[in-house]
């Protein structure tokens, strides 16, 4: 049974470009939620999809948008880098109100 | 204010010791609440739910007052494996349904 799977591991990008993360589902789940992990900091909630629609969103800007799959995969996507965006971005899955797990996580650096 | 605050730690504890950790929160719509452990550069993996009555799992105990909006985490018998940051987690009803609310976590070392 795969557990939350994420890609790429790294990636390393520059100020002002777009990157797409992504991320699969443990078997079974249907929700995903999208966290930034600053170095020194707690998960910072995104948002939140269900049925292919966000349902739930923090306090991110715009720059930050997402989709999920009818496979209940999902892209977080970001346009416009600022350096500030380097982090490490989890990806969580849940069924119902059960647990959630994480992925690996994906470690953007912006230069 | 952070909506979930933690103590600042780090905390450094020899082997076999006791050591407690707190968290308080502020959103009084607060139905739900965990700890997640983390390991160096990995993801955050569910410890214990936290229950009203109070729970225990081996070592650890979690604690819930609601009235004070307050958490905490007791390990007894500090294995070096406990060594990792610990993470308060709080899950809201209503408008922020779904939405999960971590502290920054507070780091544990435990020294042979």
């Known amino acids: 049974d795969a557990g939350v799977t994420q890609s790429p591991t790294h990636l390393i990008k520059t100020r002002g470009q777009q990157v797409t993360l992504r991320c699969s589902p443990k078997?079974?789940?249907?929700?995903v939620s999208w966290y930034q992990q600053a170095l020194g900091q707690g998960p910072q909630f995104i948002f939140q999809?269900?049925?292919?629609?966000?349902?739930q969103r923090g306090n991110f800007p715009d720059r930050f948008s997402g989709h999920q799959f009818p496979n209940y995969s999902s892209e977080l996507n970001v346009n416009a880098l600022l350096l500030g965006d380097s982090a490490l971005y989890l990806c969580?899955?849940?069924?119902?109100?059960?647990?959630?797990?994480f992925g690996p996580g994906t470690r953007l650096l912006v230069l | 204010r952070k909506e979930v605050e933690q103590d600042p730690g780090p905390f450094n504890v020899p082997e076999g010791a006791t050591v407690a950790f707190n968290c308080t929160y502020s959103?009084?719509?607060?139905?739900?609440f965990f700890w997640y452990r983390q390991d160096c550069r990995k993801e955050p993996k569910l410890l214990m739910s936290?229950?009203?009555s109070g729970n225990e799992d081996g070592r650890f105990t979690a604690q819930l007052n609601r009235a004070s909006q307050y958490i905490s985490l007791l390990i007894r018998d500090s294995k070096l494996s406990d060594s990792a940051t610990y993470l308060c987690?709080?899950?809201?009803?209503?408008?922020?349904?779904?939405?999960?609310?971590f502290g920054d976590g507070t780091t544990l070392t435990v020294k042979p």
């Open positions: 969580a899955s849940e069924r119902g109100e059960e647990t959630q797990y």
């Open positions: 078997s079974g789940h249907d929700t």
């Open positions: 936290v229950y009203s």
């Open positions: 987690v709080v899950n809201s009803l209503g408008t922020n349904a779904g939405k999960s609310t």
């Open positions: 959103n009084s719509a607060s139905q739900s």
């Open positions: 999809y269900y049925e292919e629609e966000e349902r």
